[in-house]
T-cell receptor
């Protein structure tokens, strides 16, 4: 079967750095997405990785290792507004998006 | 602004009473998706349209139907809602299905079944 694993919940301090990990086992691989979802709202696109390495976009960076079936989302200079769930999703060989359940990130002052 | 719009944002229905959720988009995207998402769970794809081509997920209950009368609009019909159908229903669009194509989500409709 296909599976995406992420920690259920993480806590971090305002101004700090946090890394949210995602491991996947899918039928083929055609890219990995990270989405942010605030409580009661729709997911919004953060990043896309299809090649190994680090993609940096402002305070957010996303890393991919295809050989390890592993990605992480790195959030720097955390702000209170970063409190949200972060969903990892992988596009498989049928171009379907396989979603993780999300990691709820709690930011404390 | 180009966007994905869902109406209503909150919908209350009674057990067994048919309900229709609507989605419209101004992005002119070819693909439209309906997801069901329950609290702290991954979004679950119910079906998607690639243009007029309808694609039903194998485990989508028969209770759920969809219509896409034109490029801009897509509807989700729940014929006989049960208590287990209470969830957030998310509509999303993408230009195409493959590769780096990003899905853009509407704000969602939260369905409550009494």
């Amino acid at each position: 079967g296909q599976n995406i694993d992420q920690p259920t919940e993480m806590t971090a301090t305002e101004g700090a750095i946090v890394q949210i990990n995602c491991t996947y086992q899918t039928s083929g691989f055609n890219g990995l997405f990270w989405y942010q979802q605030h409580a009661g709202e729709a997911p919004t696109f953060l990043s896309y990785n299809v090649l190994d390495g680090l993609e940096e976009k402002g305070r957010f960076s996303s890393f991919l290792s295809r050989s390890k079936g592993y990605s992480y989302l790195l959030l720097k200079e955390l702000q209170m507004k970063d409190s949200a769930s972060y969903l990892c999703a992988v596009r498989d060989s049928n171009y379907q998006l396989i979603w993780g359940a999300g990691t709820k990130l709690i930011i404390k002052p | 602004d180009a966007m994905v719009i869902q109406n209503p944002r909150y919908q209350v229905t009674q057990f067994g009473k048919p309900v229709t959720l609507s989605c419209s988009q101004t992005l002119n995207h070819n693909v439209m998706y309906w997801y069901q998402q329950k609290s702290s769970q991954a979004p679950k794809l119910l079906f998607h349209y690639y243009d007029k081509d309808f694609n039903n997920e194998a485990d989508t209950p028969d209770n759920f139907q969809s219509r896409r009368p034109n490029t801009s609009f897509c509807f989700l019909d729940i014929r006989s809602p049960g208590l287990g159908d209470a969830a957030m229903y998310l509509c999303a669009t993408s230009r195409a299905r493959g590769g780096s194509e990003t899905q853009y989500f509407g704000p969602g409709t939260r369905l409550l079944v009494l």
